[in-house]
């Protein structure tokens, strides 16, 4: 597999910034995520727009344990309905935020372009606390482009709990109250990283 592909769908034109996370249902993690990422990216003053998405059929409503999860946060899931990716989904997002590795493979193989702005949330925050937080006057590309140094797309291939979060679905509520936990922690941690005060939120 090649390490380069030419990014031609990261926004340039000044509009809001687009995240898009995945997930395998989009039932229970990325729709956590999805919440905690508006709030974050709130709080900061982004402007950003977040979108979920899984690989399974759509129309399916959040699992019960993450509309409690987010619920004791706050944060409302009662009508999220499940939406299945489309290549267009990658395409149009300036950053895909995955679950898991196989979410990042789906995505980068539905949509090679997005390689360079495809992690999984454990990878993002992880290379982001090795390189640094975003400067003033670097776009969100180029910093995608830092983090990216030195990846190669046949890790895609195999699973990893470094960079994958565990499916509570189907499990107790003290499960989905984990995940929801770490899911907030790497969440608040991205957000700091990728829209550190005083750095504009210019995509591309």
Known sequence: MDDDTSDDGASDDGGPV??????TANQ???PMVEVLLERALAARGVDAGVRSAGSMRGGVPASPGSVRAMAR????????LSHQQTPSDVADADLVLCMARSHAREAVVAHPAAWSRTFTLKELVRRGESTGARRPGQTLAD???????????ASLLSEDPADDVADPMGQPDRAYEATA??????VERAVALAFPDGVTTTAG
């Open 73 to 80: 946060r706050g944060l409302v899931l009662d009508a999220h």
């Open 28 to 30: 229970c993690r990325s």
């Open 181 to 186: 936990e770490e899911l907030e922690d790497l």
């Open 143 to 153: 910093w995608l482009a830092v983090l990216g140094e030195g990846r190669q797309r």
């Open 18 to 23: 687009r995240i898009l996370t995945l997930c």
